[in-house]
C-alpha cells in the first residue's frame, strides 16, 4: 500500500538542511574579500533583514555564518561579502558564476532601523565590519527623509584593507561618511587613527541618536566607551556579535556567551544589555 | 570675527577654563594658517610650540629605513597636535606635516609654560587637561597595536 508523502515545504525541510544556490555574480572587493550574488537553484530561503545572517555551505568543506550585505530594497539575489581568511571563506572566495552552494536561514534577529527614524543615525563599521551595515545604508538613502543626520564611520587596518571605497564616494553626496585606517604608507591622503578618533567630530546630536556598531569585539567595546563619552545614552546604542556559530538555531551552543545564544537571541544587541556580558573573561 | 579666547574655548581641552585662564592661555597663541605639504613642525628640532588645529589635516610621521615616512597618526579640527613642548627635553618626537590646508592657534609653548610655572593652579589644571589628552592618544596608540582587524581563521 503506497504512503502519501508530505510535500517538501521549508517547515519539513527544517532549518539544518542547506538550500542549493547558483553564484550569478562574483566581485573582488579588496585583496581578500569578495561580494557572491547568489540565487536559489529551486527553492528560497525567506527574505532576510538587515543584521540577519545565512549559513554559507562550502559543499565538502564547511558552513559559515555570513551577514548579508545587499540592497533588501532592490531585492533579488542574496548578497554576502566574504573575507576569504579561513578553509570554508577561502573555499566560497574561490567559487565561480555558475557554482552551487549551500544556504540556510536567514537566522538572527534584524537593526532596529524603525528606533532610528526621526533621530540622527550613527553606522560604526570596523574592518569587515561594514557590510552588515550597508543594508542600512542603503535602506536610509532609499529612505532618506525619515532620518535626520547619518553618519557612517568607518576604520581600516590599512587603505588596502578597506571595503567599498568607490561606494562610500557615491554616498558622502548624501551622508556624513568619514573614513580612516590603523597604518598607511605613503600614498594614502586620508586620515590614520583608530575608529573611534572619528565619533568626537562627527556631526550628530549625542542626545538623540542611535547608533549600529559593528567590527571586532574590542573595537566595538572602545567604540561604545566613545559612544557614551560624547553623550549617547548607553540604550541606543546597538552592536552586532561575532562568535562561533554552528547550528545558526540556538541548539548547539557553540556561540553561548552566558546566558544568552548569538544565533538565537542576536546578532544585534543593545550596549547596556550586553555590556556586562563582555566584562566577563571567562565568557 | 572670533576672539582667540572664543576658538580655543571649542576645543575639549581648553572648554571649562574660567576667562582669566582662557585669557592667559590666549595670550600665548597666535592663528596660522599653513599650505598642504609644508611641515609644523620637524622631529629632532626644539620644541616651543604646539597647535590646536581648527581646520585642515595633519600627519605625524617618523622615518622608517627602507620605507620612508610613515604616518603614525592624523590629527584633524579641535585636536591638539604637539606635546613635545610640555616635556624636557623640549624637542619634537615626530614630524607634522599638513595634508589638507591648515587653519590653526598655534601656541608660544615656552610663554604657557612660564605661566603654569608662575600660576601653580592654572599649571596643574593644564597639566591634568593635556594627561586626558594624552591618555586618549594613548589608548588610540593601544588599539593600533594590538592590530584590532589582524587575521581570524574561520
Redesign the interface.
Given at each position: 500500500m503506497a504512503i502519501a508523502l508530505p510535500e517538501r515545504s521549508a517547515v519539513a525541510r527544517g532549518a539544518m538542511t542547506p538550500l542549493p544556490y547558483r553564484v550569478v555574480r562574483k566581485r573582488r572587493e579588496n585583496h581578500d574579500n569578495w561580494t557572491l550574488e547568489l540565487e536559489p537553484v529551486a527553492e528560497a530561503i525567506e527574505p532576510i533583514g538587515p543584521g540577519q545572517f545565512t549559513m554559507l555551505y562550502s559543499f565538502g568543506v564547511g558552513e559559515?555564518p555570513i551577514s548579508t550585505s545587499g540592497d533588501l530594497e532592490r531585492g533579488g539575489t542574496l548578497v554576502h561579502t566574504i573575507r576569504a581568511?579561513?578553509?570554508?571563506?577561502k573555499a566560497l572566495c574561490a567559487t565561480k558564476a555558475g557554482d552551487v552552494v549551500g544556504v540556510r536561514g536567514p537566522f538572527g534577529n534584524t537593526w532596529p532601523i524603525a528606533a532610528a527614524e526621526g533621530r540622527d543615525l550613527l553606522l560604526v563599521g570596523?574592518?569587515?565590519g561594514l557590510p552588515p551595515l550597508r543594508p542600512v545604508v542603503y535602506h536610509a538613502l532609499a529612505h532618506r527623509e525619515d532620518f535626520r543626520r547619518i553618519a557612517v564611520l568607518y576604520?581600516?587596518?590599512t587603505p588596502d584593507?578597506l571595503l567599498f571605497r568607490r561606494e562610500l564616494d557615491r554616498w558622502r553626496g548624501r551622508l556624513d561618511v568619514d573614513v580612516?585606517v590603523?597604518?598607511?604608507?605613503?600614498g594614502?591622503?586620508?586620515?590614520?587613527?583608530?575608529v573611534?578618533?572619528l565619533i568626537?567630530?562627527a556631526a550628530f546630536d549625542p542626545a538623540d541618536a542611535v547608533a549600529f556598531v559593528v567590527?571586532?569585539e574590542?573595537?566595538m567595546r572602545?567604540t561604545a566607551r566613545a559612544l557614551l563619552e560624547r553623550g549617547v545614552p548607553a540604550e541606543r546604542i546597538w552592536i552586532s556579535m561575532e562568535r562561533?556559530m554552528r547550528c545558526g538555531v540556538g541548539l548547539c551552543g557553540h556561540c553561548q556567551l552566558g546566558p544568552t545564544l548569538i544565533c538565537r537571541d542576536g546578532p544585534v544587541y543593545r550596549w547596556d544589555e550586553l555590556a556586562p556580558l563582555l566584562e566577563v573573561p571567562e565568557l | 570675527m572670533h576672539t582667540l579666547d572664543e576658538l580655543i574655548v571649542q576645543s575639549p581641552v581648553f572648554d571649562g577654563l574660567d576667562p582669566e585662564q582662557l585669557e592667559l592661555v590666549a595670550g600665548c597663541g597666535k592663528n596660522v594658517a599653513v599650505d598642504a605639504g609644508k611641515r609644523l613642525f620637524r622631529e629632532g628640532d626644539p620644541a616651543d610650540t604646539f597647535f590646536l588645529v581648527r581646520h585642515g589635516l595633519v600627519a605625524l610621521e617618523t622615518y622608517v629605513p627602507n620605507r620612508g615616512q610613515v604616518t603614525v597618526v592624523t590629527v584633524g579640527p579641535g585636536e591638539i597636535c604637539g606635546w613635545s613642548w610640555l616635556v624636557p627635553p623640549h624637542r619634537w618626537r615626530l614630524t607634522a606635516r599638513v595634508v589638507e590646508p591648515v587653519r590653526a592657534v598655534e601656541f608660544d609653548g615656552a610663554c604657557l609654560r612660564r605661566k603654569c610655572e608662575e600660576d601653580p593652579v592654572l599649571g596643574y589644571d593644564l597639566l591634568s587637561r593635556f594627561a586626558g589628552d594624552l591618555a586618549d592618544h594613548l589608548q588610540s596608540a593601544y588599539m593600533q597595536v594590538i592590530d584590532v582587524y589582524g587575521d581570524r581563521t574561520s
Open positions: 559559515v581568511v579561513g578553509a570554508v571563506t570596523g574592518g569587515v576604520g581600516g587596518r584593507d580612516t590603523d597604518a598607511a604608507g605613503a594614502w591622503t586620508g586620515k590614520v587613527g583608530v573611534t578618533k568626537p567630530p567590527g571586532p574590542i573595537m572602545f562561533t | -
